[in-house]
């Protein structure tokens, strides 16, 4: 009977050491499985890290390019933001006193004010004038030379101080815009002129033709043999103008949608990123740098610039002309750097780290406390706020693409605009915070209602037939019965009914 037991036992352990050894076959198949799966599981989210790099890497690089494209393509393709442009420089006085000598010397050139006195002299002597006379003759014939050639100077300087002459100049860059179009492209014959060594020039005829026009309304008879004036004046010059012809022509060319590229670029390196809100906050401080560093180099552009022009026009007449050119891009590249920056701040409130959890915490307690205290005094949003509760992350995803398209629709940018539209965005994100109503709220009201008290923190469940009610001052518990229709916030390990 024992050696039949023993057998049995004997049996049952082979048994259980055959299952054993199966069982760890199993195992160590499995695990050896796993790790030959994981190879390329690892692998593939190295691709992923890397194809997110690169796609972000390439947009930043290109941001600076898109933005210069961009600028090119407004500024100089358009007629009225061309005008905007340079129509203001006519009101700095270093630039009125510039294109005043130009002006002058230029009809000086044309016109030989001391050889048409002497002509008119020459011919009054021809009367046969007595020698006193004709010796005081030649007395007044230098001051005579000398207050022509100070009327017109004078003519032309009053002209171009005036607001005449601020309408003239917009004129004359409306008219001459498509020429500029045309010298661009290289046109010798337009009035706008960029030249092989890196002059822009602007051609002075049709101011020389509006002096023209006073002097003879004043009766300076001489004016009317002022010919047709085909000379330019040098308004900048720098070897980079060559690059920005072709900036120009990048512009025509692919200027509309190199910034859209960039944008794409961006966007989907951080949707491809494994961890999507650490790449948006180093896409975002990325872009913020770039745009940094354009500004930057624009602004280190003017002393090279205004050394590049020193030997044709005085330097205040220089910086006046660069500081009009730039403007408008230099208020689009800082209204970019802000949204960067607003973006990685945004960003990184919505991250994992601890700071930014605690800010969101707290944030959530007053919001909730709010939504508490109102609901107290029988404000609610009823099921409005339920709804709104349930869509909230789509009514978060409607407000920032509204946002965004505002920004990047607008014309021109500005730092001020960009601050602007954010506020109202987290404005209308706060009124979302106040509005919605989370279920949990919903239920602490149901369930004061039902026990007749003011304020219920929470609900929670003790078993499928109980529920519990926690007051607002966290000791005071309440047991309600099932048949309260109120849903559970917690479901905490244990929970003792109030007696």
Do not use: C
């Amino acid at each position: 009977m024992a050696t039949n037991g023993d057998n049995e036992l004997e049996a049952r352990i082979a048994a259980l050491e055959s299952e054993n050894a199966a069982l760890r076959a199993g195992l160590e198949q499995g695990a050896a499985d796993a790790a030959a799966s994981a190879v390329p599981k690892v692998k593939r989210r190295w691709g992923r890290s890397l194809t997110a790099v690169v796609l972000i890497v390439v947009g930043l690089l290109l941001a600076p390019v898109a933005v210069i494209s961009a600028w090119a393509r407004l500024e100089l393709a358009d007629t009225n933001r061309f005008v905007a442009t340079f129509a203001p420089i006519a009101e700095d006085p270093a630039v009125q006193a510039y294109i005043g000598d130009e002006v002058t010397a230029a009809i000086e050139e044309q016109v030989d004010i001391p050889g048409l006195t002497s002509d008119v002299f020459d011919g009054i002597r021809s009367l046969g004038l007595p020698p006193r006379a004709e010796t005081a003759l030649g007395l007044l014939e230098g001051p005579a030379t000398q207050g022509i050639q100070s009327l017109v100077s004078d003519v032309v300087d009053r002209l171009v101080t005036s607001e005449a002459f601020e309408d003239i100049w917009a004129n004359t860059l409306r008219i001459t815009h498509t020429q500029f179009v045309a010298a661009m492209q290289g046109d010798p014959d337009a009035a706008l002129a960029i030249g092989s060594d890196g002059t822009i020039s602007v051609q002075l005829g049709p101011i020389v033709e509006s002096v023209k026009q006073r002097l003879i309304d004043q009766g300076v008879g001489f004016a009317s043999a002022i010919p047709e004036v085909d000379r330019s004046v040098v308004i900048a010059q720098d070897e980079a103008f060559g690059l920005i012809r072709t900036l120009y022509a990048l512009a025509v060319g692919v200027g509309t949608w190199l910034p859209w590229i960039m944008l794409a670029l961006l966007v989907v390196g951080v949707v491809v990123a494994r961890n999507r809100v650490r790449a948006l906050v180093w896409t975002a401080g990325g872009f913020a740098l770039s745009m940094a560093l354009l500004a930057s180099g624009v602004g280190i552009g003017r002393w090279y610039f205004v050394g590049a022009v020193s030997s044709v026009m005085p330097a205040d007449a220089a910086e006046a002309i660069y500081s009009g050119l730039i403007e408008i891009m230099m208020s689009t590249v800082v209204a970019l750097l802000v949204l960067g920056v607003l973006v990685a701040v945004v960003a990184w409130f919505s991250g994992p780290w601890r700071p930014a959890r605690a800010l969101r915490g707290f944030a959530e307690s007053g919001f909730s406390a709010v939504r508490r205290s109102a609901a107290s005094h029988g404000v609610t949003t009823g099921r409005f706020g339920i709804w709104l509760d349930r869509w909230r992350v789509i009514a978060y995803i409607a407000i920032a693409v509204v946002a965004s398209l505002v920004v990047l629709f607008s014309r021109p940018v500005s730092a001020g605009f960009v601050i602007t539209t954010v506020l109202l965005a987290l404005l209308a994100l706060l009124i979302v915070e106040l509005l919605r109503r989370p279920e949990s709220e919903v239920a602490a009201a149901d369930a004061a209602s039902a026990l007749g008290v003011d304020e219920v923190d929470e609900v929670v469940e003790v078993d499928e037939t109980v529920l519990v009610a926690v007051g607002a001052d966290g000791d005071s518990v309440e047991a309600v019965d099932d048949e309260v229709d109120v849903e559970p916030s917690t479901r905490p390990d244990s929970a003792r009914p109030a007696d």
